[in-house]
């Protein structure tokens, strides 16, 4: 066998990456079983085909990787020795008590062992330990939501996959803790890399789960993830993804939902900073009954760019479907926003919304709205909502005229068009902590922290303006 | 209720198409297929002018570097060019000077349609250009017209009498390289119609341009052009229809609108085209690009559409809002029954300052019909204060159909307003229960129910349309239940 190559570090190419993997056969392939093996040569014979997305497909319209993928990055295909994990996370949410996992650079970090089994019966840790020691449930689950058939780079991280978050979640089991997963990007150089999550949630059962994207520090990154996640009969998934990330990076989240028999899913995409963002949010509706409510808030400026593609497929009948998302863009930012509902033919009393509102406080912001509906279905109610505008100058009058000054009134009027997607955060102490760092992302006090960002020493205090609210 | 209703979506879905009789003319046709020859027989037989024979093979040799579009939620076989008659006109045989020497055939072809080139229609107050088989046949009212000054006449007269203004205006809104189907149009167009308003005149009558195919392997590409100078006003209205026939007929026709300041121009269209059979055999493929430009200040473009027929409709009427403070405005009503496919919608190009368009489409899929709405409103960066609102709507009868909503929003300023809404159902089980409750069989009530549905872009058609737009909506869908 060939030395293994560690380390790369040069332009993110298509052949380069087909040239790494064939150069890297032995290593990735080392530990895989028959079905991982045959997984990994589908996918990258896909990636050759496909390559990496351009702004001519279609669903790639508004977003150009060109500029990301032009920088230099290395590419690790070993895990990135950490001195001190306890150093570089001891994030925390004040009151809320979670179990925390964590990724460097997209591998599993482990305090103690790389796969633990909690007293309940629920797995959590390695993804590459899961694949040794529970074949059979890699087998069952692993590859069959994340399509690498018609996405590049779904295909790419599947050919490369090595490791990333695992959690099982048995039959009627109920996750007594929030479960969060930290994913830091920090490397002394410009990093590529490709983390892959698997989370299952057996029958009856219930979770909650957040999931941090943190740059560490102001290097580029490139981040190609993928997340699958299947949620069993009647289980219950609470999600939320909070994007933090330094304004030379680029993230691709795509997440793959899949919902059993009366499955419900809540999910929150809070995206505060980074340099280009997309997150392909996809959800089929695999048995009749299911619920998917999707939310997200995007707050960008500078030259920041926020893509969310979300496509809900209504393969059964009776589901129900809502998407809201709404984001506040400053200076030079970006904004897309591709909705996609496919009612299939036979998907009858479907219940679906798409809404997305924008606004823009420069005439050098964009935005790109897309709310697209595909309905084969007679006995539905699809309907979807998309507004871009500015404050409204009737509300802002109200509260100058109460004596408010200009700069308040437009926080607090910024702040409750975004309170609309953080209010319905469920967990109190999570939602405390997400309203505060919207109101300093508002006052531009929010910065990429020098750590993780759920790490900064804030009061679990409801916000409060310093204005005078019963002036109003 | 179920069977009862079930038999009246049978009774609708499978209505005859009512237009579909072919007339007896001796035809003058171009030999079949396309090339550089075929062109120059167009344009010989037209007797043009060489700038025009120059345009068409520039369009043609643009064309022949060009890819069909495959982005059109459009399904159907390749077309083959050349299969196609591109030249097809009622045999000439000397210039015609009153209505009495027009064909008689034909002038019961246009009775049977509906509308008369005489008499009555000048009680009615319409001006008509009807064309048929690409060719222009005659135009009534043009010495009324010609009075005021307005010029409204076949395209070939217009290129003969009017050289100057074809050359100015033609492809400066729809340019030869525009897309596949304007190319194809610009190099091989045959007739249409051509009207120009002068500075301050408000044309006083609604004009009005009739289409017919009739022999059989045509394509028809017409070619209309409508100049409404400084402070000029004119509502246009539209026709088509096409006789029954097994195999697909290809309509290409290319509609260019220019409003200077203070202009106005409302365009209404009834298009039904033989939508082929209940299989699905035959058909129009109706692949058609209209845009209008508001080039001055104040100017205002307004499309109205109703669209129930052809096998495939491609067509995405639009505004270019140049001109500060300028409107435009898009109503459409499009039906797909049987195995009828629509794509259409419209851009809304916002450039001037204070520009403002609206967007209301209402569509309708029934039997296997598949309706999708394609739209655009960009905002760009220097038309501040704009506003724009859209709407479109899907109802849904049976469920073998599909209804598709594809909107593109563009904003890049910041003191502009967008409101996109859609909603997609079937009828409410309430709203029937609540006619037939009341006495209203289930017939009526589904026809009270669309035509309400409809009813926001049928307001907007002219009286002659609005008319005839209802019964042919009532003829189409009338009696159905999801």
């Known amino acids: 066998m060939k030395e293994m190559q560690t380390d790369i570090n040069e332009i993110i190419s298509h052949e380069g990456m087909i040239g790494l993997f064939e150069e890297n056969r032995g290593h990735l392939f080392q530990h895989d079983t028959e079905y991982l093996s045959r997984l990994r040569n589908t996918a990258i014979a896909k990636f050759s085909e496909l390559g990496f997305p351009t702004p001519k497909l279609e669903e790639w319209k508004n977003t150009d990787l060109k500029a990301s993928l032009s920088k230099k990055y290395g590419y690790s295909l070993k895990p990135s020795p950490v001195k001190d994990p306890r150093k570089v996370f001891h994030c925390n949410i004040p009151h809320l008590d979670t179990a925390l996992i964590a990724q460097l650079n997209g591998w599993y970090i482990s305090k103690d062992v790389p796969l633990m089994e909690l007293g309940n019966g629920i797995i959590l840790g390695s993804l590459a330990e899961a694949f040794l020691k529970y074949p059979s449930i890699i087998e069952k689950y692993y590859g069959h939501f994340a399509d690498v058939s018609s996405d590049g780079l779904t295909a790419l991280n599947t050919a490369f996959a090595q490791d990333g978050i695992f959690i099982y979640v048995p039959d009627h089991v109920s996750s007594p803790k929030a479960i969060q997963i930290v994913n830091v990007i920090h490397h002394p150089e410009n990093i590529f890399l490709q983390p892959r999550n698997l989370i299952i949630l057996g029958k009856n059962s219930k979770l909650s789960l957040v999931h941090c994207d943190d740059s560490y520090n102001h290097q580029a990154g490139f981040a190609n993830t993928v997340t699958e996640v299947f949620i069993g009969e009647n289980a219950h998934l609470d999600h939320f993804k909070l994007q933090n990330l330094n304004n030379d990076s680029t993230l691709i989240s795509s997440a793959w939902f899949n919902l059993e028999k009366e499955a419900t899913l809540k999910s929150h995409y809070i995206t505060f900073n980074g340099g280009l963002l997309r997150n392909n949010i996809r959800v089929l509706f695999n048995a009749r009954g299911g619920n998917a409510d999707i939310r997200g808030l995007y707050l960008m400026d500078r030259k920041q760019h926020v893509d969310n593609h979300v496509f809900v497929d209504h393969a059964q009948p009776e589901c129900t479907s809502y998407e809201h998302f709404k984001g506040i863009l400053d200076e030079n930012a970006s904004a897309v926003f591709n909705g996609h509902v496919l009612v299939r033919k036979n998907a009858q009393k479907t219940n679906s919304y798409q809404g997305n509102k924008n606004i823009l406080l420069t005439d050098t912001a964009k935005v790109n709205s897309k709310p697209f509906l595909e309905i084969y279905a007679d006995d539905v109610k699809c309907s979807h909502g998309s507004a871009t505008g500015q404050l409204d100058p009737e509300a802002m009058f109200y509260l100058r005229q109460r004596g408010i000054s200009e700069e308040n009134a437009r926080m607090l009027l910024l702040y409750a068009f975004a309170n609309e997607v953080v209010n319905t955060i469920g967990i109190d102490p999570l939602r405390y902590r997400i309203e505060d760092m919207v109101k300093k992302r508002l006052q531009g006090e929010l910065q990429i922290c020098e750590q993780c960002v759920l790490h900064c020493n804030t009061p679990e205090q409801p916000v409060e303006f310093d204005i005078d609210l019963s002036k109003l | ?482």
């Not at chain 2, 010989?44 to 040799?61: G, Q």
């Not at chain 2, 080139?117 to 009680?123: A, D, H, T, V």
């Not at chain 2, 202009?263 to 269209?269: G, I, L, N, S």
């Not at chain 2, 905002?379 to 599909?402: H, M």
């Open chain 2, 1 to 482: 209720m179920e069977s009862e209703s079930n038999k009246i979506i049978d009774a609708f879905t499978h209505d005859d198409y009512k237009y579909g009789f072919v007339t007896e003319i001796e035809t003058d046709f171009a030999p079949k297929g396309l090339n550089e020859d075929i062109i120059r027989f167009i344009s010989a037989k037209k007797e043009e002018p060489t700038f025009l024979l120059e345009f068409r093979l520039k369009a043609y040799r643009y064309w022949l570097t060009m890819k069909e579009p495959k982005w059109a939620n459009i399904h159907y076989p390749e077309i083959n060019f050349q299969d196609i008659i591109f030249y097809a006109a009622p045999k000439k045989k000397k210039t015609i000077s009153s209505l009495d020497e027009i064909d008689p055939e034909l002038l019961s072809t246009f009775k049977k349609l509906g509308i008369s080139l005489n008499e009555q229609k000048k009680l009615a107050g319409v001006a008509v250009d009807a064309v048929m088989d690409s060719v222009s046949v005659k135009t009534t009212f043009s010495d009324t017209l010609s009075k005021l000054g307005i010029i409204f006449c076949s395209f070939s007269e217009a290129v003969q009498h009017h050289p100057d203004l074809v050359k100015q205006y033609l492809g400066s809104v729809v340019p030869y390289t525009d897309n596949y189907f304007a190319s194809l149009n610009s190099a091989v167009f045959t007739d249409g119609s051509f009207c120009y308003i002068p500075k301050g005149v408000r044309c006083p009558i609604e004009l009005s341009t009739y289409f017919r195919i009739n022999a059989a392997n045509t394509g028809q590409f017409e070619r209309t052009l409508i100049v409404a100078d400084e402070g000029a006003y004119v509502s246009y209205m539209e026709g088509c229809t096409a006789p029954q026939r097994d195999e697909n007929q290809l309509h290409a026709a290319v509609v260019e609108i220019v409003a200077m300041k203070d202009a106005e121009v409302k365009y209404a269209t009834v298009q039904n085209w033989y939508p082929g059979n209940k299989e699905g055999v035959g058909g129009i493929y109706n692949f058609v690009t209209k845009r209008g430009i508001c080039k001055g200040n104040n100017s205002k473009i307004s499309w109205t559409q109703v669209e129930t027929g052809s096998s495939i409709t491609w067509k995405y009427p639009s505004c270019i809002l140049l001109g500060d403070n300028s409107v435009g405005e898009f109503y459409s009503v499009a039906v797909a029954n049987n195995y009828q496919q629509a794509d259409t919608g419209t851009k809304m190009q916002h450039l001037g300052k204070n520009t403002k368009s609206t967007i209301i489409s209402k569509g309708i899929s029934a039997g296997h019909g598949n309706n999708s709405y394609r739209g655009l409103v960009r905002i760009s960066k220097n038309a501040v204060n704009s506003r724009n609102y859209s709407q479109c709507d899907s109802l849904l009868l049976g469920d073998k159909c599909g209804a598709h909503t594809f909107p593109y929003i563009q904003v890049e300023n910041k003191s502009s307003i967008v409101e996109h809404e859609a909603t997609t159902s079937k009828i409410s089980e309430d709203q029937l229960f609540y006619c037939q409750q009341r006495g209203i069989d289930t017939e009526s009530a589904i026809g009270l129910i669309v035509n309400g549905y409809a009813k926001e872009v049928l307001n907007k058609l002219p009286m002659e349309f609005a008319v005839e737009a209802q019964k042919l909506l009532s003829i189409s869908l009338e009696g159905s239940v999801g």
